[in-house]
């Protein structure tokens, strides 16, 4: 999956990132390689579920799919 990311000097210093096809999903890092580190982090966290709140019949199928 090839996400495109939005990278912002901080006026603070450092970075700042956010994805903008994943409202919400956004982090900030020190240095451009903590950053980069930090924003893959962040998807694989709003990708996630927590699959034990899902309510899925005996007739459903949960499956993995790669993008």
Not at 8 to 27: L, Q
């Amino acid at each position: 999956m090839k996400l495109k990311v939005v990278i912002h000097e901080a006026e603070e210093g450092g970075y700042w990132a956010e994805v903008p096809a994943m409202p919400g999903c956004a982090t900030q890092g020190e240095t451009f390689d903590e950053l980069l580190a930090n924003i893959c982090e962040a998807v694989e966290g709003c990708l996630s579920v927590d699959m034990q709140h899902l309510e899925v019949s005996g007739t459903d199928k949960v499956v993995e799919i790669a993008v």
